[in-house]
């Protein structure tokens, strides 16, 4: 997600597109990320807001919109390549 | 007891509270989609709190953060939004088997014979909202409104938002409307408004107790049809099928790069042929192209340099690209002279038809021993049907951008990109019952 900020905004949106190593839950019927490591560091992710799908063409990528207590990450999930991305991060200063 | 049940269901500020959902930071801030991160860019929604602080929808960014200097702007992402509304309609599927998809964040449903009255539907419907928060998203806000009639339940839903459940019943009808101002009755604009208070009617209330004579002699049939409404007359049903597209096209706000860079072509090229591919994905044939430019002005926002439309009507009607993005560079260069900054385009397919299956056949030249020409075009029009089927084939793969036509060679994603729209609930997909578009 794009997102415009101004000097009196304190939302901060930063495109990463990095991949990034999960570690997920499958319980009823859901897939939930838990954890990620991005980098060196650990992200603990306390709710998964969002979760929505897109089609490219055969593959379908699965995002999530998590946060912990400091910033929404969007993380996504590729099928056909099973590789988990950071897509995005929200710090609110 | 009511004859019929209609309930219609309306999520408050959606796009805006899909956002909000995402992001947690996002809630109880004043937010703002818009279709493009520009100061032109249009908001097409806001959140509550940024309602209450005069942001509206249809303000451009700039005017909007002009009124609001604290909100926070975010570009639409339709695949987000059509996933929700996927999984919010697949909920409403289960109470009925009658459901409308309005729009993209509205629905009628048709509960007569599944509920016993009305008060039954709004417990049931009241279930589907806390199940709407429980399993789509907390922050996702509905209001619902029932009555006899589906104009009567869009009525009730509007009455209390966010998050109301209003009934309207015969016996507090005359209430409702009575609190109501003529503008807030869905037809009723500023000029029809100046129009009904010259016959002497200044309230809903009014008009519904108008002798019926008297609005058909003012405004003919939409005045009859006004009063039965009001008057708690079925006008409409629920459509549970959607119905098929009047014209299908695409539309993009030109950057200043695409200008510089002598790309507009290019783009016009990605429009035609990102709507033909809905339009082959409907099954479908466009009988005329019409193209519509708009040119950068000199004044500070570049809004008012002129332009125009025209159209094109085929000789047969077709869905291949290569015909349509022909006409559509032709129409192009008839509106610009390709010097002046384009500001805007957009591509329209109208007099949309179905495949008729009948073959023609030519008329064999015995001089030349060859089919005339019209065969030779015809076998032409053939292949390239075929072809843009092939590359349907591939896109259906590998994704939207690993062909293309030749025009748009090296064009980033990013220009004509997927679009959403109110009305729109293509690619809406609801658990059980298949895709539905309207």
Known sequence: MLSFFNLFSPMVYEKVNQPVEVLAAFRNDRTEPMTFKWGKKYYQIRKVNLVHSEHNGREKVYYFSVSDDANAYRLSFRTESLKWMLEEICEAT | ?438
């Open chain 2, 1 to 438: 007891m009511f004859s019929r049940l209609v309930a219609h269901l309306d999520m408050n500020s959606f796009f805006a509270t899909v956002e909000q959902q995402a992001n947690p930071f996002l809630r109880g801030r004043p937010v703002g989609v818009c279709a493009y991160l520009h100061r032109n860019g249009c908001v097409i929604a806001a959140s509550v709190e940024a309602k209450q602080l005069g942001m509206k929808v249809g303000m451009t960014m700039q005017e909007a953060r002009e009124r609001v200097p604290n909100a926070v702007f975010v570009q639409n992402e339709p695949a987000k939004y059509r996933a929700v509304t996927s999984r919010i309609f697949s909920i409403l599927h289960e109470l009925t088997d009658r459901v409308e998809h309005y729009s993209i964040d509205e629905a009628f449903l048709d509960l007569t014979g599944w509920y016993r009255d009305h008060a039954e539907a709004a417990w049931a419907l009241t279930r589907a909202r806390r199940r709407i928060y429980a399993e789509v998203g907390e922050w996702l806000h509905c209001s619902i409104g029932i009555a006899q009639t589906r104009f009567l339940a869009k009525l009730a839903s509007d009455y209390q938002k966010p998050c109301g459940l209003t009934v309207v019943t015969p016996e507090n009808l005359d209430e409702v409307l009575a609190s109501l101002d003529l503008e807030d009755i869905c037809g009723i604009g500023p000029r029809m408004r100046r129009r009904i208070a010259r016959l002497g009617y200044a309230t809903p209330l009014e008009l519904k107790r108008a002798p019926l004579e008297n609005l058909l002699n003012a405004f003919g049939q939409y005045g009859y049809t006004m009063w039965m409404k009001l008057n708690g007359q079925e006008v409409e049903d629920v459509a549970s099928e959607a119905a098929p597209p009047k014209s299908i096209g695409h539309s993009h706000c030109i950057p200043n790069s695409v200008n510089r860079e002598g790309r507009v072509e290019a783009v016009l090229t990605k429009l035609t042929e990102r709507a033909a591919r809905r339009l082959r994905h409907e099954k479908l044939l466009a009988g005329s192209v019409f193209v519509s430019v708009g040119l950068r002005g000199d004044d500070v926002n570049g809004w008012y340099g002129g332009g125009g439309g025209e159209f094109f009507r085929l000789d047969e009607p077709a869905d291949d690209s290569f015909t349509l993005a022909g006409a559509a560079r032709e129409l192009l260069y008839e509106l610009w002279d390709g010097r002046e900054p384009v500001r805007f385009l957009a591509v329209t397919f109208t007099e949309l038809c179905h495949p008729s299956g009948q073959l023609k056949f030519g008329v064999w030249d015995v001089g030349r021993g060859t089919w005339d020409v019209g065969r030779e075009r015809e076998q032409t029009m053939e292949r390239l049907a075929c072809l843009s089927k092939a590359a349907d084939l591939v896109r259906d793969k590998h994704g939207e951008e690993s062909i293309s036509l030749g025009g748009m060679f090296r064009l980033s994603g990013e220009y004509a990109p997927d679009r959403i729209g109110f009305r729109k609930t293509d690619g809406v997909v609801v658990k059980g019952v298949g895709e539905k578009s309207a």
